[in-house]
């Protein structure tokens, strides 16, 4: 493996892999249009970090998910629908004092105008993480720590918190960053670009769009995040419908790895990140090649792309490892609609 190597678990570990953050319960629009239009909701669970957690559990990995929810019917779903993906969620706190947090949003792309997100998460029991009241014992088990920069934004414990977990300590886990800057999160957005910066660099392994390092940070193109970012072992820049950049640190200069996106026919455009993490993260604990592991997460991330919600089933892993293993030609064929990850389903090419 390039860049810095995952730290090998003993047999006594119970995860693979342990994702932090807050999830909330999540209503979903019955049809498009604006919040004052949609006659009904279904109810859905998400966060970031737990969708990870799912998905890793869905494709034969074993995760945990660390958070704290309240002590009422909507926490009470959150972690036994959680739990129901096969996610180890023994560490989840109950807090008495703080609900759960919920959340409304439109059927429409999160990067477009007219989606709408109506948050009621203040207060919420996840936000009052902290270093004091979280089981170190339960975050450092695996080999690998999941984190977001969702949470540094829900309030100062949390991002005590996250500083802390990402300081360099003897037998630290490999620290994953999801850097998923939600501008409507941060009061201000200086605080933003300098949290979100800081907390990157003191990790292993970092995720980041194009598009929301240009936001946060002003800095355009991958080559140029690399240069705002050069202390993670592996750097993964998300470049949309071009693919997307791995950089590995492999010594004096980094391997550079660019892996094309697949054609997805688009059925809702909400939990792709999380998915291409999972998928990016399971192909990372096989220790796979770097592109393996980018095509990984597009096939991840085209099975959320193809369902309503923010989760699904993944392909059958001997399915997707055979498409990640097509040559360049037969990939840049391939067209992903809904269904395609049943094992009697055929995959078109074009």
Request: aromatic letters at 6%.
């Amino acid at each position: 493996m390039s860049g810095t190597p995952v730290r090998t678990a003993d047999a006594t570990t119970a995860a693979e892999v342990v994702c932090l953050g807050e999830s909330m319960v999540t209503f979903l629009p019955s049809q498009p249009g604006r919040l004052a239009d949609v006659p009904s909701f279904g109810r859905g669970i998400g966060g970031a970090e737990s969708n990870v957690a799912c998905a890793l559990a869905a494709a034969g990995h074993r995760a945990a998910w660390v958070s704290r929810v309240g002590a009422d019917g909507f926490g009470d779903h959150l972690v036994e629908a959680v739990a129901g993906y096969g996610v180890d969620t023994s560490a989840v706190q109950r807090d008495p004092a703080r609900p759960t947090g919920i959340y409304f949003r439109t059927a429409t792309d999160r990067a477009t105008d007219v989606h709408e997100v109506a948050y009621y998460r203040a207060g919420s029991a996840a936000s009052a993480m902290s270093p004091d009241n979280v089981p170190y014992e339960a975050l450092f088990a695996g080999r690998v720590l999941h984190l977001s920069g969702i949470t540094a934004a829900l309030s100062a414990d949390c991002l005590a918190l996250l500083h802390d977990l990402t300081a360099p300590r003897p037998g630290r886990p490999l620290i994953s960053f999801d850097v998923n800057h939600r501008p409507g999160l941060w009061r201000d957005a200086d605080a933003a670009r300098e949290v979100l910066l800081d907390l990157a660099r003191r990790s292993d392994l970092v995720f980041v769009g194009e598009d929301e390092a240009e936001e946060v940070w002003g800095v355009k193109g991958a080559e140029a995040i690399r240069a705002a970012l050069p202390e993670p072992g592996v750097l993964v820049v998300k470049r949309g419908p071009d693919g997307a950049t791995v950089f590995s640190d492999a010594g004096e200069a980094d391997d550079v790895t660019t892996v094309p996106a697949l054609r997805v026919d688009v059925v809702a455009p909400v939990g792709a990140g999380d998915a291409f993490a999972a998928g990016f993260l399971s192909a990372t604990l096989r220790d796979l090649p770097v592109r393996d592991r980018v095509r990984h997460g597009h096939l991840m991330a085209a099975a959320v792309l193809t369902v309503p919600g923010d989760l699904t089933d993944p392909p059958a892993r001997a399915h997707a490892d055979a498409l990640a293993a097509l040559d360049d030609d037969a990939w840049g064929r391939l067209r992903l609609g809904p269904g395609w990850t049943g094992d009697d389903q055929e995959v078109r090419t074009t």
